[in-house]
């Protein structure tokens, strides 16, 4: 009897932050589009299933990360810190870790990165701006400030080597929306996995940052330099509308927790301790 293989896309796709929330939703989803698919992160990830590799390793493990890229084609990279906290270990995972990420992709020849960045690279701008991708930084805290390092980086490494990089600076990205700012951060998981499947096989991408964001009203980013990569998101937060019926337009209180897109991150900062 003779058995067909279906022929994938990649050989090898490599998640890094295979173990958190975004991690789990993606580790089946992105099956089809590799042979194998790499799966890392510092957590315990449980038995490798079929087609799949598990290599637990620090981020900020020089070594450990260039083996982490051996035979890679792909790099989704989620691993890090992913809120607020001290400044030692933000570098040691967002800053040092990215680096490490960068190094080993140019010295193992990959050619396209896709950074999970986030809103928070920008949370200092008011909920009554409308911004877009090339509208400058405004970092609402150490871990904005990391992301807002590997936007930069990985600008770097496709200016100077022509590795192309998808920055997603993500939204809310969770099952449903569970405060008043998420109805307008929201970003589905269903829209999340289409912007990562185009970001991955748009034939050039550069280096474009593009805003992970479903199409809910009133929301504050504009992806139009982002256009390149033919994402549509399809879900919108208008269907968790009866979780906050008696809520009129966004904000409902006048603090900084709502003047500033980055919201309660606004509190969370070094000078709060
Ligand atoms: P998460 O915190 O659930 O997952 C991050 C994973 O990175 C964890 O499994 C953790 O063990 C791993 N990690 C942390 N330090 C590490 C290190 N030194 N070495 C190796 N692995 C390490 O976060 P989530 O929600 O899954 O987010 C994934 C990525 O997307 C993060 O980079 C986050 O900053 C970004 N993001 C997520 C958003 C969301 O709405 N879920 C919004 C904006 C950005
Ligand atoms: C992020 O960057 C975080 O990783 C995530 O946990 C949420 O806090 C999200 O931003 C948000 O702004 O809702």
Redesign the pocket.
Known sequence: MTTTSIEKPFNRILL??????????LRERIKAWANIVRL????DLGAAGVGEEIVQ?????KAAVLALMEGVDVVL???????EANFEAIM???IQ?TYNIYEAVHKHHVKRVIF?????AVGYYRTTDYIDADMPTRPDGM?GIS?CFGESLSRYYYDRFGIETVC???????PVPTTRRMMV?Y?SYDDLFELLRCSVFAPRVGHTISF?VSDNPGKWWDNKKAAHLGFQAKDSSTAFTHLFPDSSAYPEKDDITTIYQGGGFLLTGPQYK
């Open positions: 890094t932050g295979a173990a958190g929330g975004l991690g789990k939703v890392s992160d510092i957590a390793c620090d981020l900020a493990d990279h989620f691993g890090g810190i992913s809120t040691h995972a967002n870790g999970a960045s986030s809103n928070h871990y992301k997603i600076r993500i939204g809310s990205s969770f951060t970003f992970g």
